[in-house]
């Protein structure tokens, strides 16, 4: 795809935005994500670009840290989830839809089946030793660095409603987003006008 | 161990009926079978285990099969032989009156279990079943060519059915029963469609499949009504001791009689059978000849000594297996195709096998038996036949073949032999059973019918057997006769183990003509409970001169005559009005159902997003929102007092909060524009979150805030989709209505909310939670309910989360596969003329396929062309897939049009008018589409469910869309 997008000339100005600057006034001149970007709005922003590059795995960490934590304080897997997806988002947004397909570790529907995976396999597990479903399973450890921490089975569980939450969300962006902006590719490849959709989003 | 079977199985046929004098001593030798003998006689009930080793043989079959070609037929073959081996051995204690019994037991408490039971009828039937399933396995290892396509499948598929049907023959549960039944469906279905690239086999197996299992849907009903009445779901338990009668228990055995009509095909359900015929040849023969269409006759049959008195019963198995009989027969005569001729006469001699078996008189019930084993040995070594002519000529058309008894004499003296035994000629064993057949009916001789009833019965059944000469003599001469008008073939002769199961099979129906008393003992067994005439009947070549010899002669001249005048005989069917054809009713049926549907859907599912809240809204009003304006009224509900508990807020910053929610809200509602209108109600959703913060639940807080964060950005995705602004709605009586509805709602929520807040009357639930939850070693409640407490709950959840996201992803995407660009194709740089050139050649394409629909081809808004349309342009989009932007297809864009507009506005007119002109159902399936521009509809925009599924190629799900819905990955 890069070769091909890089090959399209970004037009100077828009029609439905006469008299503005230049489209591409802000747009990085250096590689910042991982594809050739083409963001899912309006042009690059090298701001955005930016930004996205330095907090994704920011946010990524923290919300393996609402996943670990929430048994304690405020978090849990189904907020880490929706954190983590959000750093997808926001990389969807800032790229545009080979970003994102550049970014995601795997397909949301395996993200969906691996956690549905975790989380029932993680629910029946105790049925094997004669134990009722989700019985909790947790091992209490000191260790050098951290102090006393808790290996529990709920993590397991946690982190099942985590991938399902991150498959959700990637599948509808996936869908909703992606899908009918690489339409729109291909509309306006063939010439044809979006009409008053975009003034909508701008 | 396959040399072994292969040898074995032609002779054991043979040895089938012979265990009766033998008393289960010595089983045939071979191999396998000494070994597994000496254990059966030790452990008398291996049903289960040999049930089982019919599912445990299927699952290494078709890489067998890909590895060994044909010849691992031969293994499939080994579980119907251990079947059939123990059954005989089983055979002299099941004749004497001890039925085999074991249990499984499944769900007690509901009266299911997996209980079998074996006496003489399912002993008559597992010979059928598994006896001739496994000669027929043989032939299968001779007829099918390696390599055939999806060979694997059809083995494994056969074995498992003949595992169902060998359940159904044997279980002693109705719903076992049941459960068996509509496996060998299933089954069925498989095996007829299992050329799948046909149309023809796609359609037959799904009319078989629809026939059968739907009319066993209403035996199902019919089974639960006859185990309630009589307190048991035991079959033995309810034949013994059958409920006492009145109008349900008439209800439930039509409806049980109903699905045995429709397995057994009786007429007006006989038309899925001559249908199903385009399965491959033995699978004809092992389904619609032996096994399968058994099944309707063996349940009446089974049932008939506790039911047969009942209201209603002996006419309706009387009547329509009569009329079964004579049109089955009438159309047999009209057949070219040698198959179809047969396939008719199966018609025929199950509606002749059903009311011997309904009658439910003792001569009937031995009259039955010997038919059910002769029909069983005929019929197949008739298909198998067929099956050797059509391997080795092409052809099976009566038309076009000629002097090939010359040419296969063994083959043509067994088949002639098998067809004398259909025609009811002596010495076979279809002469023997007939005698019997026509002596139940002699007027007086039996206790039921009465006379009058058994003088038609006796007439309709020697008509019936003169069609039956006729159409055997035709079968015969069709197949094996020198014609002088049709040019001989040349073909290779077919191979002795090919030719050896027919011949097999035929010296069965030859050995148990000669030797009638071989079967008896298991006719006298099944039959000698029920109701008897004066003396009693044995099933023997001679009785004397009797009525029914005479009787047979009639039927021997005059079916003789009709054959020499079959000229006559044609022009007198061709001048016949024709019949309406009940597969007509059929078609007619299932596009009635489909019309109903699309009728339904299309009425209540508008598609306007306001339509459905406003009906959610309003039921919420109509039911528990009258019911609290009563409560209130009446003082039912108390109104908790103003005074004291009462609490405007806890602290002042709620107040702030509640201002910005209120305000907001407002300014939603009046806001024209949809970017701010969806802005403000996400402000609307923050402020929510800051009531959780001050109530101190920062979980929930944080969870809304991130949910309501992504809502508002899916939703940017959709809004830019659609226009600017919300159309404008006229000041009219629908906008009042709205206004007035949301209030309305509104107030009932917020009121009940207070009330029911204040209603406790119980402790709560959550009350020494925190303690458990210091128990399970958390500090955060909200989190431990989810993942521990109610982690049952979550779980339920988290798989309808799943569920969902599959659901929009499919929703959305629906009908456009390859629709995002791949990504390794794209990498290639790709000229834009080029690029150009091929998305017009494409569109062309696609145009042209939206023209062959019958659909607008033009591209743009408000086009909403039929599902066919869409789907062949999509196929045409694949044809060019590689190229970085596929061209539009004609029903792609209007689709994402349509279902964008629903959830962002809900103004389905600005989805586009709907052009799509919707599937009309008196159309042919598959190209289901009014021309031009149909009358503007708003209401049938996203409504993808009112499509009617009626071409099968269009209803298996698509892998390309899962694959598709993952944005094309590299």
């Not at chain 2, 008719?344 to 199950?350: A, E, I, N, R």
Request: with cysteine; net charge neutral.
């Amino acid at each position: 795809m890069a070769d091909l997008e890089s090959a399209y000339p970004v037009p100077a100005g828009r029609a439905d935005r006469p008299g503005g600057p230049p489209e591409d006034w802000e747009a990085p001149r250096e590689r910042w994500l991982s594809t050739a970007v083409r963001p899912a709005f309006g042009p690059r922003s090298v701001l955005l670009e930016v930004a996205t590059r330095l907090l994704t795995p920011a946010i990524l960490t923290f919300s393996v840290f609402l996943l670990v934590s929430g048994h304690d304080r405020p978090g849990g897997g189904f907020a880490g989830g929706l954190v983590a997806s959000m750093a997808y988002v926001l990389r969807y947004i800032a790229g545009g839809r080979h970003e994102l397909a550049a970014g995601i570790p795997m397909q949301p529907n395996r993200l969906l089946a691996l956690g549905l995976l975790l989380a029932g396999g993680t629910a029946s597990a105790p049925l094997l030793f004669g134990r009722p479903v989700l019985e909790v399973v947790s091992y209490t450890a000191v260790l050098p660095l951290f102090g006393k921490v808790k290996f529990a089975s709920y993590l397991l569980f946690e982190s099942g409603v985590f991938l399902i939450v991150v498959g959700l969300v990637l599948s509808v962006v996936a869908a909703l987003g992606a899908r009918m902006e690489a339409e729109e590719y291909e509309a306006r490849e063939r010439g044809g006008a979006w009409g008053p959709e975009e003034g909508g989003a701008a | 161990m396959r040399a072994a079977t292969l040898e074995g199985t032609p002779s054991r046929p043979a040895d089938l009926l012979r265990p009766a004098r033998r008393t289960g001593t010595a089983p045939p030798p071979g191999g396998r079978c000494a070994s597994v003998l000496p254990m059966m006689i030790d452990v008398p009930m291996l049903l289960p285990a040999i049930l089982a080793l019919h599912a445990v043989v299927a699952v290494p079959l078709p890489p067998l099969v890909r590895r060994l070609g044909p010849r691992a037929f031969l293994l499939a073959g080994v579980p119907p032989a251990v079947s059939a081996v123990w059954a005989l051995a089983q055979a002299p204690a099941i004749v004497a009156g001890r039925a085999a019994t074991a249990e499984v037991a499944w769900a007690p408490a509901l009266g299911i279990g997996l209980n079998f039971r074996v006496d003489a009828l399912s002993l008559a039937m597992i010979v059928l079943v598994s006896g001739i399933g496994a000669v027929i396995f043989c032939y299968c290892a001779a007829y099918f060519h390696h390599g055939e396509r999806g060979l694997g499948r059809l083995a494994a598929v056969l074995v498992l059915f003949s595992g169902a049907m060998l359940g159904v023959v044997t279980t002693d549960n109705l719903f076992a029963l049941y459960v068996f039944w509509e496996l060998t469906s299933v089954t069925s279905f498989l095996l007829v469609g299992h050329d799948d690239r046909k149309e023809q086999a796609r359609r037959a197996a799904t009319q078989a499949l629809v026939t059968t299992a739907g009319t066993g849907l209403l035996m199902l009903i019919g089974f639960v009504m006859l185990g309630h009445a009589a307190g048991d779901y035991s079959i033995s338990g309810l034949v013994a001791d059958p409920p006492d009668g009145g109008p349900w228990l008439t209800v439930a055995l039509v409806l049980v009689l109903a699905g045995a009509f429709g397995k057994s095909a009786q007429v007006p359900l006989h038309f899925w059978l001559p249908g199903a015929m385009v399965a491959p040849t033995p699978v004809s023969a092992y389904l619609h000849a032996a096994a399968m269409v058994k099944g309707g006759v063996y349940l009446v049959a089974r049932l008939a000594p506790g039911f047969a008195d009942a209201d209603l019963w002996r006419w309706l198995v009387l009547g329509f297996g009569l009329a079964t009989m004579l049109v089955g027969g009438w159309r047999a005569l009209r057949q070219d195709d040698l198959k179809l001729l047969l396939a008719y006469g199966t018609v025929s001699q199950l509606g002749f096998l059903v009311l011997l078996g309904g009658a439910g008189t003792q001569v009937a019930g031995v009259a039955m038996i010997a038919m059910l084993l002769a029909h069983g040995f005929f019929k197949s070594a008739l298909f198998l036949t067929v099956g050797i002519i059509d391997h080795q000529t092409g052809t099976r058309s009566i038309s076009r073949l000629t002097g090939l008894g010359r040419r296969m004499p063994v083959l043509a003296v067994a088949a002639t032999l098998a067809a004398a035994s259909m025609a009811g000629l002596p010495p076979l064993v279809g002469f023997v059973g007939k005698e019997a057949a026509l002596e139940a009916f002699v007027p007086g001789a039996a206790p039921a019918p009465g006379p009058e009833g058994s003088a038609v019965m006796l007439t309709g059944l020697v008509l019936g057997s003169i069609l039956t000469f006729a159409y055997s003599a035709r079968f015969v001469w069709g197949a094996f006769a020198d014609k002088s008008t049709v040019s001989e073939r040349g073909f290779r002769r077919p191979s002795a183990a090919f030719v050896a199961a027919p011949v097999a099979l035929t010296a069965v129906s030859l050995g148990l003509g000669l030797a009638p008393a071989l079967a008896d003992p298991l006719a006298q067994g099944y039959a000698h409970d029920l109701p008897a005439g004066h003396h009693a009947y044995h099933l023997s070549l001679w009785h004397g001169i009797t009525l029914p010899l005479l009787l047979t002669g009639l039927v021997i001249a005059a079916g003789a005559l009709m054959f020499v005048r079959r000229r006559a005989v044609s022009r007198l069917q061709n001048r016949m009005p024709r019949w309406p054809d009940a597969e007509y009713g059929y078609h007619l049926f299932v596009h009635g159902v489909y019309s109903v549907a699309l009728s339904v859907t299309r009425r209540t599912q508008s598609g306007s997003l306001p339509v459905y809240l406003g009906i959610i809204l309003a039921t919420m009003l109509l039911l528990p929102g009258a019911r609290l304006a009563a409560g209130l009224i009446t003082g039912e509900i108390a109104v908790p007092g103003v005074q004291g508990a009462f609490r405007l807020w806890d602290s002042p910053l709620e107040l702030l909060v509640a201002a910005v929610v209120v305000v907001t809200t407002i300014a939603t509602v009046r806001e024209h524009r949809r970017f701010p209108a969806l802005i403000l109600l996400s402000v609307l959703g923050f402020g929510i979150a800051g009531l959780f913060v001050l109530h101190g639940a920062p979980d929930l807080a944080l969870t809304l805030v991130l949910v309501e964060t992504l809502t508002t950005i899916i939703l940017v995705f959709v809004l830019r989709r659609l226009p600017t602004t919300f159309s404008v709605r006229p000041n009219g009586w629908a906008k009042r209505l709205t206004v007035l509805l949301c209030a309305a709602a509104g107030t009932f929520i917020a009121l009940a909310l207070w009330l029911m807040t204040a209603a406790r009357t119980d402790a709560p639930i959550s009350q020494g939670y925190t303690e458990r939850a210091d128990e399970a070693g958390g500090d955060n409640l909200v989190n431990i309910i989810l993942a521990d407490f109610r982690a049952l709950d979550t779980l339920g959840e988290i798989v309808v989360l799943a569920t969902a996201a599959v659901a929009v992803a499919s929703l959305v995407l629906l009908n456009r596969r390859n629709r995002v660009v791949d990504e390794p194709a794209a990498e290639v740089a790709v000229e834009a003329e080029e690029e150009a050139r091929l998305s017009a050649a494409a569109e062309e394409h696609a145009d042209s396929v939206a023209a062959h629909a019958a659909a607008e081809p033009a591209l743009g808004q408000g086009q909403a062309p039929a599902r066919g349309a869409g789907a062949e342009a999509g196929e045409a989009e694949m044809t060019v897939r590689g190229t970085a932007a596929g061209p539009e297809g004609a029903g792609g864009e209007s689709r994402a049009e349509a279902v964008g507009g629903g959830p962002g506005g809900g103004e389905p007119a600005e989805g586009g008018p709907a052009g799509g002109p919707r599937p009309r159902p008196a159309d042919a399936p598959g190209d289901a589409a009014d021309p031009g521009p149909a009358p503007p509809d708003p209401g049938d925009t996203p409504a993808d469910s009112a499509d009617p599924p009626p071409d099968p190629r269009e209803t298996p799900a698509d892998p390309d869309d899962h694959e598709g819905s993952d944005d094309g990955r590299p």
